[in-house]
């Protein structure tokens, strides 16, 4: 039986496959040991979310979890709006909408959608500066980006000699010390 991804595992795939080995690693750790001010900003930024306070509304769901058996993929969603059927991905800030990000929303909207609910609208929230993004609700071509990266991280071979890393995320990573593909500056 193939174990389930991650839909939050989709973003870090894309950044540097290797990244989700180093963050299971560390996940038993206090966060305060490893994550910057950006990670630590970013939890903040879903603390409402997660305790599911941050609407008393019935009709958004927010912070509940979620799965596709087509994808094979479980997760949670931030925010959905059940009346409206607007999904939205909420970060603490966005400066560019990467990949990783549309994947994590794009998966997100084929659970919703395979759990019976009916998505006709999905968007990010960027909560410091207060903008949303609208994004077009994924078509078959998204799909099948999505199934396609879902395919490579569960063949990812983390001993994989021929792995390469773009040196600008590496910079970025919390993990770079740990990394040996990581050659510091």
Do not use: W
């Not at 879903?46 to 994808?71: C, F, P, R, V, W």
């Not at 709006?81 to 970060?91: Q, S, Y």
Request: proline residues 2%.
């Amino acid at each position: 039986m193939e174990q389930n991804v991650v839909i939050s595992n989709l973003n870090d795939f894309i950044f540097c496959p290797r990244s989700i080995y180093f963050h299971n690693i560390y996940c038993s750790f206090d966060e305060k040991l490893y994550q910057t001010t950006y990670q630590t900003k970013g939890k903040n930024a879903h603390k409402n979310i997660d305790a599911q306070k941050y609407s008393t509304k019935k009709t958004i769901l927010e912070g509940i979890d979620i799965y596709s058996e087509e994808l094979g993929v479980i997760g949670r969603i931030d925010l959905f709006d059940v009346d409206k059927g607007v999904l939205t991905e909420r970060k603490n800030k966005i400066n560019i909408l990467y990949e990783g990000y549309y994947l994590q929303i794009y998966a997100q909207c084929f659970c919703l959608i395979e759990m019976g609910y009916s998505v006709n609208k999905i968007r990010f929230y960027s909560v410091s500066d207060n903008k949303i993004y609208n994004v077009n609700l994924p078509r078959d071509v998204e799909k099948s980006r999505l199934k396609e990266v879902i395919r490579q991280m569960r063949l990812f071979d983390f001993n994989n000699k021929n792995f390469t890393q773009n040196p600008n995320k590496c910079k970025m990573c919390i993990y770079k010390e740990l990394c040996d593909y990581y050659k510091g500056e």
